[in-house]
């Protein structure tokens, strides 16, 4: 079983929808999670952290469940420009490495 | 503040050669790591590193070497190029290497092996 598990997609939606990306981990002395973005053929980047509580910012909101080990990210009112891969970021306390998920891809059409 | 920069972004190889990635970074982080991605994949850990004169070995470090002389520069040497080492390469930094810390990326280097 792969450490970080994401259903790959593409989830293509129109714009102004609502959509969820689930990430299930495998390690349950995960420490820290996280959601990157990433555009086609680009770097990387932090899109947020994942709080125990969960945590929100603008249109974007993260879960974390730690009792059935997985993660969420939500979109609401979907952009064009919210078209990219979305990678599941696990640190695992193992290691003290970050483990990356394959991503999903997301699609937003007019 | 460029953040962190890599030589080249592109580069093809035939199998057998050799080759040095370089990556440089500005924002005087401790801790740089160096990750391949291959397609409809997500990043594997290949080295890092927590300071100068300081490495170790990730995930998938066969077939590859680093060095760290300086804070700044982390370069990836790749030694008798394989078809199986074609991908894109992403070099990181961040500052403490902790649970909550952010990774920087640089843009990739793509790398094909002929």
């Known amino acids: 079983r792969k450490e970080v598990e994401q259903d790959p997609g593409p989830f293509n939606v129109p714009e102004g929808a609502t959509v969820a990306f689930n990430c299930t981990y495998s390690n349950s002395a995960s420490q820290s999670f996280f959601w990157y973005r990433q555009d086609c053929r680009k770097e990387p980047k932090l899109l947020m952290s994942?709080?125990?509580s969960g945590n929100e910012d603008g249109r974007f909101t993260a879960q974390l469940n730690r009792a059935s080990q997985y993660i969420s990210l939500l979109i609401r009112d979907s952009k064009l420009s919210d078209s990219a891969t979305y990678l599941c970021?696990?640190?695992?306390?193992?290691?003290?490495?970050?483990?990356f998920g394959q991503g999903t891809t997301l699609q937003v059409k007019p | 503040n460029a953040g962190v920069t890599q030589t080249p972004k592109f580069r093809i190889l035939k199998i057998g050669q050799s080759m040095t990635l370089q990556c440089t970074q500005d924002?005087?982080?401790?801790?740089m790591y160096w990750y391949r991605q291959d397609p409809g994949m997500g990043l594997k850990l290949i080295y890092y590193s927590v300071g100068a004169g300081i490495t170790d070995k990730g995930e998938v470090p066969n077939g590859y070497n680093v060095s760290r002389s300086t804070t700044e520069d982390f370069p990836l040497r790749l030694e008798l190029a394989a078809p199986s080492q074609t991908s894109v390469y992403f070099c990181?930094?961040?500052?403490?290497?902790?649970?909550?810390?952010?990774?920087?990326f640089g843009p990739g280097t793509r790398l094909t092996v002929l």
């Open positions: 990181a930094s961040s500052y403490t290497g902790g649970l909550t810390d952010t990774q920087y």
């Open positions: 924002m005087n982080h401790n801790y």
């Open positions: 994942v709080y125990s």
């Open positions: 970021v696990v640190y695992s306390g193992n290691t003290g490495k970050l483990i």
